[in-house]
């Protein structure tokens, strides 16, 4: 069994970030970065694939500033960590041993079981995945109707860029008095509503989403709670994402209440040689110096 001084779960931002640092600042240690998919995504720039980049090829991104300064990769998810060993397998069957190991497992996009109809096809996310999105590009391409529910940036930034298309009609659906109301102020998050009201965008605030209807297992509209059915045939679910932590407290790592990897402030976890940085962790905040789990490119790479 081969044995790295570092291994890193994960090819995320925070993934990428850490292993070329570490390798930089220890050159002579043997490092391995272990990927889901060959190719990575720009997460910030997911939005603009689906019209002003058009090709998702133009936002790719990969380990390299990792692999330049001489850390190994492997396409071949973890699937099991046996703590104690200090030992990994991989889907292929292959285990590796670590010195130390950092998770950087992400997050993934919340499933709104608690909506009827979400598991009907034509319902779908915004994962962070090359090859999901590239299939989802695929039905944007196709659909004429289509509904986003949560006007957060994420809901916001896709139906801007799905309104340039004259052919098709988008619907944001948010529950609260305006979109973006969690990152902005009430008076910032009312300006920048009205601006996404000028992009062709059919904003629904102060509106749910109370079921998601269909015909013979597919998506034909979203039921709101005015009683309007807005038609659809394609719904982009886009509530918030959930730290990707199902490996780590299978392992035994310890979570917060929100799933996150808990943490001190070196961002080391509670089994010693194992940290948790980005999305699947708890940050210390910049301002605050308090333990906080924000999910954002430039903390997970701070
Ligand atoms: C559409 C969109 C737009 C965004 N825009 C912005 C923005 O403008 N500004 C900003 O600051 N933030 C933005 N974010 C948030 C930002 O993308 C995240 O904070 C960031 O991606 C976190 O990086 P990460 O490395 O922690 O996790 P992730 O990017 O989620 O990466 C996790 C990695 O772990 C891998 N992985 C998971 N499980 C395993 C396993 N078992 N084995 C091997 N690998 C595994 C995944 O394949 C992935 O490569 C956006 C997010 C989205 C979805």
């Known amino acids: 069994m081969k044995i790295y001084d570092v291994i890193i779960i994960g090819a995320g931002p925070s993934a990428i970030v850490a292993g070329a640092t570490a390798k930089k600042q220890n050159p002579e240690k043997s490092m391995l970065m272990v990927k889901e998919e060959e190719k990575g995504l720009v997460p910030c720039g997911i939005p603009y694939v689906f019209y002003r980049l058009g090709n998702l090829d133009k936002n790719v991104m990969g380990p390299k500033p990792f692999t330049d300064l001489g850390g190994d990769v492997i396409v071949d998810p973890v699937e099991n960590i046996n ?48 090859n999901y999105i590239k299939a989802l590009k695929k039905k944007t391409d196709r659909a004429k109707h289509i509904v986003i529910v949560g006007g957060g940036f994420i809901g916001a930034e896709l139906a801007e860029q799905l309104a340039m298309y004259p052919d098709k009609s988008i619907t944001i659906i948010e529950s609260e008095a305006y979109c973006f109301n969690k990152a902005f102020s009430g008076e910032l998050s009312k300006i920048a ?42 719904v982009i679910m886009a509530i918030g994402y959930t730290p990707n932590t199902e ?51 430039s903390t997970a790479t701070a």
């Open 83 to 130: 703590l104690s060993a200090k030992t990994l397998t991989v889907k292929s069957g292959i285990s590796y041993g670590y010195d130390r190991l950092i998770f950087a497992t992400g997050s993934t996009p919340v499933v709104p079981s608690f909506i009827p109809g979400y598991d009907l096809e034509g319902v779908e996310y915004v994962k962070k995945s090359y």
């Open 193 to 234: 509503t009205e601006k996404l009201k000028g992009t062709k965008t059919n904003v629904l605030t102060s509106t749910l989403a109370k079921e998601v209807v269909g015909d013979n297992g597919k998506v034909t509209g979203v039921l709101l709670n005015t009683g309007e059915t807005i038609k659809a045939d394609l």
């Open 247 to 297: 490996l780590a407290r299978k392992a035994g790592l310890e979570l917060n209440s929100e799933n996150a990897i808990k943490v001190d402030n070196f961002q080391r976890t509670n089994i010693k040689d194992v940290c948790a940085i980005g999305d699947c962790s708890e940050t210390l905040g910049f301002i605050t110096g308090r333990l906080d789990h924000i999910m954002l490119a």
